[in-house]
T-cell receptor
Framework: DTAVSQTPKYLVTQMGNDKSIKCEQN?????MYWYKQDSKKFLKIMFS???????INETVPNRFSPKSPDKAHLNLHINSLELGDSAVYFC?????????????FGPGTRLTVL | AQSVTQLGSHVSVSEGALVLLRCNYS??????LFWYVQYPNQGLQLLLK??????LVKGINGFEAEFKKSETSFHLTKPSAHMSDAAEYFC???????????FGTGTRLTVIP
């Protein structure tokens, strides 16, 4: 069973389009995250949700909008895609009762904007 | 504030040689430290974590790391490199109860046959 899953795995689209990436975790975790990994492998946190509430919102263009319909899902919607949005996007989750803050990562979604 | 610095963006070792990947941290609170591995085209997988129970931490695939407070370091080692260890390795730091992980810039390990 996949603990943290993302769909799609690959996404190729044109500039200006709107796209969504979905994330689901079956670990019963309370907190979920979106990270962006650029071409140099640098990982940057974008958002964090706890029980459907936004708790971390880093400096990210407002074209990016996370949505959490329930605590097992955290989707990422991107409007008016730009070339610079090309990256790998990772979803992660964490159990709140674990003070060690270990995060479990999904397999990633490679977004290519043409 | 918390941060990690990984020295060496690219490390090459021969198969069977010692692997040493360096990580230094900065934290205003007692840190929790992690090493994650990312194999090509895959997500991040936890290798090991330091949670103040023991300074020498053993992880999966024969890796271990030692927490040295005096040196603010958490270097990752493996006695004998295997071809399958070729991957990107990330060090990360957090604090007690903190929601966020702060990642280093990663070190790409290449294993030469």
């Amino acid at each position: 069973d996949t603990a943290v899953s993302q769909t799609p795995k690959y996404l190729v689209t044109q500039m200006g389009n709107d796209k969504s990436i979905k994330c689901e975790q079956n670990l019963g975790h309370d907190t979920m995250y979106w990270y962006k990994q650029d071409s140099k492998k640098f990982l940057k946190i974008m958002f964090s949700y706890n029980n459907k509430e936004l708790i971390i919102n880093e400096t990210v263009p407002n074209r990016f909008s996370p949505k959490s319909p329930d605590k097992a899902h955290l989707n990422l919607h991107i409007n008016s895609l730009e070339l610079g949005d090309s990256a790998v996007y990772f979803c992660a989750s964490r159990f709140d009762g674990g003070v060690y803050n270990e995060q479990f990562f999904g397999p990633g979604t490679r977004l290519t904007v043409l | 504030a918390q941060s990690v610095t990984q020295l060496g963006s690219h490390v090459s070792v021969s198969e069977g040689a010692l692997v040493l990947l360096r990580c230094n941290y900065s934290s205003s609170v007692p840190p929790y430290l992690f090493w994650y591995v990312q194999y090509p085209n895959q997500g991040l997988q936890l290798l090991l974590k330091y949670t103040s129970a023991a300074t020498l931490v053993k992880g999966i695939n024969g890796f271990e790391a030692e927490f040295k407070k005096s040196e603010t370091s958490f270097h990752l080692t493996k006695p004998s490199a295997h071809m399958s260890d070729a991957a990107e390795y990330f060090c990360a730091v957090s604090g007690y109860g903190a929601n966020n992980l702060f990642f280093g810039t990663g070190t790409r390990l290449t294993v030469i046959p």
